[in-house]
């Protein structure tokens, strides 16, 4: 069988522990040859360092797809994270008509908000652009506050099963095929994955803490190299869900790693999981 080769847009936070640094080590760990195109990079992530610097890259990304294409270097699934801006959401879109094989997976990640709030780079013109996205993805990985954004509902901090049905009913209608929404909590001490495909599906495991960062990224990734194995949605968002409970309980005593998740000692078991 031909090996998988994914390709991933993202940005470089040189320290923090998300997006390009959490996406290649775990998307090699699952087996696969992965490209990345750097959206941007950033000295940390904007959440919770002060003084980040910050390049856009975008400039750079036709050329690099240009080449691409003069090569005919193609993949079998295209990720999107973290953008460097609202330019890059055209390219995404000539990313998964250019370089992604016919029949391969584009996986959206909107990586643009979490609790409620837009991270300090985005404002309601990036989230009207990012709906484009919504239309093209196979897959949308969003968080409750992304899906919401992103489906113009309000966003609220209790719910119940109709109100998180609506939300991933919305972004179907808007023509994602299928959504991965992390993030859902029914009972206090749980959380869960809900997941539209066919019908709705819900995975609840233990809330271990009120939340690390960069476990957005850790389960986008997680889920994709399970996904591109299985190609059986619940069981590859179980297998990401049940990563990051461990990536986060074998961090969460250490109060001095408040910006991440030690992801790294936990990829043998990840790597378990996936056999
Ligand atoms: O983990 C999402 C993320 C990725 N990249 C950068 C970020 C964030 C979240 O804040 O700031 C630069």
């Excluded at 992604?100 to 009207?128: R, S």
Aim: hydrophobic content about 35%; overall charge negative; glycine content about 8%.
């Amino acid at each position: 069988m031909k090996d998988k080769k994914i390709i991933t847009i993202q940005d470089i936070s040189c320290y923090g522990q998300c997006s390009l640094t959490v996406a290649l080590p775990i998307l090699s760990a699952a087996g696969y040859e992965t490209a990345i195109i750097p959206s941007a990079v950033l000295s940390t992530h904007t959440a919770g360092f002060k003084g980040f610097t910050f390049h856009d890259l975008t400039s750079e990304i036709p050329h690099i797809l240009d080449h691409y294409k003069k090569e005919g270097i193609k993949f079998d699934a295209l990720y999107s994270g973290y953008l460097g801006g609202k330019d890059q959401i055209e390219l995404v879109k000539r990313m998964k008509n250019e370089v992604l094989n016919e029949g391969g997976i584009y996986a959206f990640d909107p990586a643009m908000a979490d609790q409620g709030k837009l991270y300090p780079a985005f404002d309601n013109n990036y989230v009207n652009e990012m709906k484009e996205l919504v239309k093209i993805s196979d897959i949308i990985l969003p968080n409750l506050t992304e899906a919401c954004f992103l489906t113009d509902t309000p966003y609220l901090e209790k719910y119940d099963e109709e109100y998180v049905k609506e939300v991933m009913k919305k972004l179907v209608k808007m023509g994602a095929k299928k959504v991965v929404l992390t993030g859902i909590s029914y009972k206090e001490d749980k959380l869960g994955v809900a997941i539209y495909e066919d019908g709705y599906k819900y995975y609840e495991h233990e809330r271990i803490s009120k939340g690390c960062h960069g476990t957005g990224d850790v389960y986008a990734s997680a889920f994709l190299g399970a996904y591109m194995k299985s190609n059986d949605l619940f069981k590859a968002s179980k297998i990401a869900a049940d990563y990051v409970v461990l990536c986060i309980k074998n961090t969460i005593n250490d109060p001095s790693h408040w910006y991440g998740v030690k992801f790294e000692p936990m990829l043998k078991e990840y790597i378990a999981m996936l056999k």
